[in-house]
């Protein structure tokens, strides 16, 4: 689904990502834990297309198209979805305007045919089950006076609507409670399908025990420091970051 | 007088004063232009006129249209088009009676153009009302108020008698015409009186368009308007005021007065290439009286766009609430200056008055100016004023959604004019406002902003 080699991205003057080396497979579940400042949501947001980035050099691919060279409104036409970690806030706009514009778009982009109000209200109505949305909050302003729960609820079921092929969801579980994580959660595997891949971004293990990933990568200090499968997530809480950095640099010292 | 407008008003003068409706009305109309030739325009200044100099068009030799000017063939895009209204279409500041429309009203409504009233012979109330202006001569400011007594030709009269409420609602539309190719600049006079006695109410549009399309490379045209509108105690007015004359100054002064619990209920929508100027004055001269003030501006190209709401607070208990927002593109600029004054007898009053301004363009501009003169005590007053740009991250986060980078951008301009949109409260406008409000309409209107 997703290829990425040996990206290096700076903000600023400050290289961020050192040479990422990252496969995620069709319908496969990915999660990228790491420490703060180790890279996770540089990664998330570059993929993305989102401003304030320079990738240095490196290369990603979705489906074998270059990434990189997108606008984010194409890479968002090509199948990509960022569930962003702190989703902003736009009073005017109603979410359900923003979702029918958004679907419409990327259906034009794919020459469907646009939907009309009433399909399109019925499959929000449908897709808002996954995450128990009361269709009240969708006429409000985009995430407008939504708690920390509910924002992140929204971001899914945009996802939902929006039927990505790759999503990437940056920190979703941040700042949840027990009920609305295990309700993101069920959300996320109700979308679980052969066709569509995830890359969750995390820093516990806490969404993972509800998701089950297919692999685990550390990232810490901009690379992949090692990967495996759920029970490296496991092993970080166990043992924290730092451990495992410690026996990265043995091993990476010892190669050398 | 220097300007050639100054020398094109004076020549229009002599040349049309006898021929201009109301032959009872034909001295006032003369001391009114003294004074105007006494104290010229305002300029900048003066204040109240510092960003909206007006010399650019007054260097031109505009023409007051001495006879009727012909109305397109189709009347472009009808503010209420399908909706049951009545409707009085001037082009020019001349009244057409082919394009206008007046049902049955209840008994001891009148509802004319002015022309007609003035020609009906000498009324005093009528009289009285025309004088009864909070900017009539005297004013350092009042150039175009006079000028505008001195050479209106017509406008809206309606008077509503005590305790009617008019069920359909009225719509002035003036309109510019599309100007003979080669033809002078235009100047229309229009001034537009609106009466409601006591508990009457009324909804009343108050429209002005162009027939030339923007950009069309049409001679520039100036509209001098006056409106009056005057509710007794328990009066209600909804009075909706639209501005779509890229290509023409708009200069104008609407004043209200407003009885014992009286209700205001005013809004403006105006977009200019030029220059447009809006004034209201408020006076709140009954015990809870309320007026609430609205508007939605926007300016492009190199357009200066300015609202003046004054607000006057005379009685206890009077309330007054002053909403405005701003949207400037290219390098156009945006001023608004809202003035709150509560006099000494107007114990327990509340005011509040809000500006914010969207600069679009880099090299847009926009300048507020709040002001609170409170000479009582026990008042509840607020303001706020902010300019700001499109934020970056909420374009970014609607591209990451589809959107490209132009519809996300217009989408938040949209989203910026919704706060006010909301506050406008005519249904009947719902679509036209749709149409035109900046940053375009959505397709899923109906789906979200009730």
């Known amino acids: 689904m997703i290829e990425i080699r040996q990206l290096q991205v700076a903000v600023g003057e400050q290289l961020i990502l050192r040479g990422v080396d990252l496969e995620v497979g069709a319908g496969e579940v990915h999660a990228v834990m790491g420490p703060n400042g180790s890279g996770k949501s540089t990664l998330a947001h570059v993929l993305a297309g989102m401003p304030g980035y320079t990738v240095r050099s490196g290369q990603a691919q979705l489906r074998g198209v270059d990434l990189l060279s997108m606008e984010p409104e194409e890479r968002a036409a090509a199948g990509l979805f960022l569930g962003f970690q702190y989703p902003v806030e736009i009073p005017g706009i109603s979410n359900l305007q923003l979702l029918k514009e958004a679907l419409n778009a990327l259906r034009l982009r794919r020459s469907e045919k646009p939907l009309d109000a009433v399909e399109f209200l ?4 449908k897709r808002g089950r996954f995450v128990r949305m009361p269709e009240e909050l969708l006429r409000r302003g985009v995430n407008e006076g939504f708690s920390g729960g509910e924002k992140k609820r929204n971001e ?94 043995v091993d990476v010292g010892s190669v050398a | 007088m220097s300007a050639p407008a100054l020398q094109a008003f004076d020549r229009a003068f002599q040349a049309l004063h006898r021929r201009l409706p109301g032959a009872w009305f034909r001295e006032r109309r003369a001391t009114a232009f003294r004074y105007f030739q006494e104290a010229g325009f305002p300029g900048p200044e003066l204040e109240g006129w510092r960003y909206t100099d007006p010399r650019a068009w ?25 909706r049951e209204h009545d409707v009085l279409v001037f082009v020019g500041g001349h009244y057409c009676a082919a394009r206008s429309r007046v049902g049955a009203l209840p008994p001891g409504v009148r509802l004319a153009p ?9 009324d005093e109330i009528l009289a009285q009302a025309l004088d009864d202006l909070p900017f009539v001569e005297g004013g350092a400011d009042a150039g175009f108020s006079a000028l505008n007594t001195a050479l209106f030709n017509s406008g809206l009269f309606l008077r509503v008698p005590d305790g009617v409420r008019l069920e359909r609602p009225v719509h002035v539309w003036h309109l510019e015409p599309e100007a003979a190719a080669g033809g002078p600049p235009r100047c229309a006079h229009v001034r537009n009186l609106c009466l409601l006695g006591r508990g009457a109410a009324a909804c009343v549009y108050e429209s002005y368009s162009s027939a030339a399309a923007p950009g069309s490379g049409a001679p520039k045209s100036l509209v001098n308007s006056v409106t009056q509108l005057r509710l007794e105690d328990a009066a209600e007015l909804r009075h909706c005021k639209l501005l779509r004359c890229d290509a023409a100054a708009h200069l104008s002064y609407s004043c209200a007065q407003l009885g014992t619990r009286a209700h205001l209920h005013s809004c403006y929508f105006g977009r200019t290439e030029a220059l447009a100027r809006n004034e209201l004055q408020v006076r709140l001269l009954g015990r809870a009286a309320r007026a609430e003030l609205n508007g939605l501006y926007s300016a492009a190209g190199n357009g200066r766009h300015a609202c003046l709401a004054m607000v006057r607070h005379l009685q206890r208990e009077t309330r007054g609430d002053a909403f405005y927002r701003g949207i400037l593109y290219g390098a156009a600029h945006g001023i608004f200056h809202g003035a709150v004054h509560i006099e000494e007898h107007a114990a327990h009053s509340e005011a509040t008055q809000s500006n914010a301004n969207l600069l679009i363009g880099e090299r847009s501009r926009a300048y507020t100016r709040p002001e609170l003169h409170i000479h009582a005590d026990e008042v509840q007053c607020r303001h706020g004023a902010t300019v700001g740009r499109l934020d970056d991250a909420s374009a970014a986060y609607l591209q990451s959604r589809g959107l490209d980078a132009v519809r996300a951008r217009a989408l938040l301009v949209r989203a910026f004019a919704a706060e006010a949109m909301e506050r406008f409260r005519f249904p009947d406008l719902q679509d036209w406002l ?16 009730a």
């Open chain 1, 122 to 125: 019925a499959l929000v109505r």
């Open chain 1, 156 to 249: 899914i079921l945009q996802m939902a609507v929006l039927e990505p092929r790759l999503a990437i969801l940056d920190e979703t579980d941040s700042g949840l409670d027990v009920d609305a994580l295990r309700i993101v959660a069920e959300g996320i595997n109700a979308l679980r399908t052969p066709g569509r891949s995830f890359l969750l971004i995390t820093h516990y293990q806490r969404l993972l025990q509800h998701v089950e990933p297919d692999r685990v990568h550390i990232l810490s200090n901009g690379r992949i420091l090692c990967s495996g499968g759920p029970e490296l997530a496991r092993a970080v809480e166990e043992q924290g970051y730092e451990q495992l950095e410690e026996e990265a640099s």
């Open chain 2, 58 to 82: 007054l260097r031109l030799e505009l023409e007051p249209a001495a006879v009727p000017v012909a109305a397109p063939p189709v009347l472009p895009d009808a503010p209420l088009e399908g």
């Open chain 2, 114 to 122: 002015l022309c007609q009233v003035l020609d009906a012979g000498r």
């Open chain 2, 434 to 449: 749709e149409r035109h409000v900046p940053g375009g309409g959505l397709s899923s209107g109906a789906l979200g902003i």
